[in-house]
């Protein structure tokens, strides 16, 4: 079966300081993937999303990065943090194949900038 | 573009009490529609989905059926549960705005909180 990991669970971070969050997923191969943010607790927003290695796709522009620099890994990064950068940071992965692209996603990451 | 449009909440029910979260949607095509659930402290699990019109997606007692002539798909339980409180999220995706790759369109999220 399919698990997907993310890591570190919580993280609190100076503001100005870099950021690097993992997220990897087994028992699939080629997976699309995502990055969410969630702000205080409701909506989700995309921020990048994968659907091979190297190849990145940026929804909103930011302070943020992504990278895929292997098939079932995905990180988000940033240089220097901003306080807007706190929230819930969520992992998904999913597999295009009969017509329906069902997501599914890791247990997140919570970051507190300061 | 595409868009989600679900209850705001948040809602506060009894146990056993009969839940109804509406979801509207907006989309060209034939999107595929999910509900999420997400439980404190943790991800979105999905709950239960339907690919095409008059589909009824059922997981755990929910359950919610894809009406494309109003465009809807409204989540139901007969008998909630204590554990049933979360925040739950409607979404579609494979509509024509742009929605490829799976790319999901998310509601804002409806807050249930069940009482003993």
Redo the contacts between chains.
Sequence with gaps: SQTIH?WPATLVQPVGSPLSLECTVEGTSNP?L?WYRQAA????Q?LF?S?GIGQISSEVPQNLSASRPQDRQFILSSKKLLLSDSGFY?C?W?V?GQ??????????T?LTVL | GDSVTQMEGPVTLSEEAFLTINCTYTATGYP?L?W?VQYP??????LL?A?KADDKGSNKGFEATYRKETTSFHLEKGSVQVSDSA?Y?CAL??GAGGTS????T????TILTVHP
């Excluded at chain 1, 607790?41 to 989700?44: M, S």
Aim: glycine letters at 22%; zero cysteines.
């Design positions: 993310q699309n995502y607790g409701r909506g989700l995309l999303y659907v969520l998904a999913s295009t017509g329906v692209d069902t997501q599914y996603f890791g247990p997140g919570r | 595929s999910f999420y402290g943790e991800g979105l699990q999905l989905k690919t925040v999220f995706s494979g790759y799976g790319k999901l998310f509601g804002q999220g």
